[in-house]
T-cell receptor, first 109, second 114 residues
């Protein structure tokens, strides 16, 4: 049983396209994180959410606590956005972290 | 401000040996968490420390242990290494006192067990 499910697993887009990555979770949470990992690289935290919506540049993250669902949107995608995007949640019981399997995004020029 | 520093970056061990990995958090951060990343299992939570106390632990055998020092630096130890312990071990630091805090990751320590 996976506490965090991401979709799609793989995504190829043309430069400039609007991209959405989805994350659903089954546990009660205190926070949800969106992480970015470039090939061979470390992990960068993009957003931490506990409610509502956050925006940073071309990236937007939303969360619906009632529906246990979050989305990461990338507007005007660029080849440098090519990376693996990982959804992670921190449960509000036991403070455990659970991770999605990641979405591998490739943006073609 | 310096980022999260993990040492060593790469290491090779043989089965049965033990290994210690180090993580120096961002200055002022008191929370350090550890993760294992493998191609098959993805990212998995190992444990988290705050002010020298282990706050929680993931579902790993007792061969995996850790500690945090008074300067917030943390170490994790894996004893009696198995081939399946080959992985990228990541640590993250956070300023969050409770369960809410942005995570800042180190570059990881890549362990190969032969």
């Amino acid at each position: 049983k996976n506490e965090v499910e991401q979709s799609p697993q793989n995504l190829t887009a043309q430069e400039g396209e609007f991209i959405t990555i989805n994350c659903s979770y089954s546990v009660g949470i205190s926070a949800l994180h969106w992480l970015q990992q470039h090939p061979g690289g470390g992990i960068v935290s993009l957003f931490m959410l506990s409610s509502g919506k956050k925006k940073h540049g071309r990236l937007i993250a939303t969360i619906n606590i009632q529906e246990k669902h979050s989305s990461l949107h990338i507007t005007a995608s660029h080849p440098r956005d090519s990376a693996v995007y990982i959804c992670a949640v921190r449960s509000n019981t036991g403070n455990q972290f659970y991770f999605g399997t990641g979405t591998s995004l490739t943006v073609i020029p | 401000k310096a980022g999260v520093t993990q040492t060593p970056r790469y290491l090779i061990k043989t089965r049965g040996q033990q290994v210690t990995l180090s993580c120096s958090p961002i200055s002022g951060h008191r929370s350090v968490s550890w993760y294992q990343q493998t191609p098959g299992q993805g990212l998995q939570f190992l444990f988290e420390y705050f002010s020298e106390t282990q706050r929680n632990k993931g579902n790993f055998p007792g061969r995996f242990s850790g500690r945090q020092f008074s300067n917030s630096r943390s170490e994790m130890n894996v004893s009696t290494l198995e081939l399946g312990d080959s992985a990228l071990y990541l640590c993250a630091s956070s300023s969050g006192q409770g369960s809410i805090g942005e995570l800042f990751f180190g570059e990881g320590s890549r362990l190969t067990v032969l």
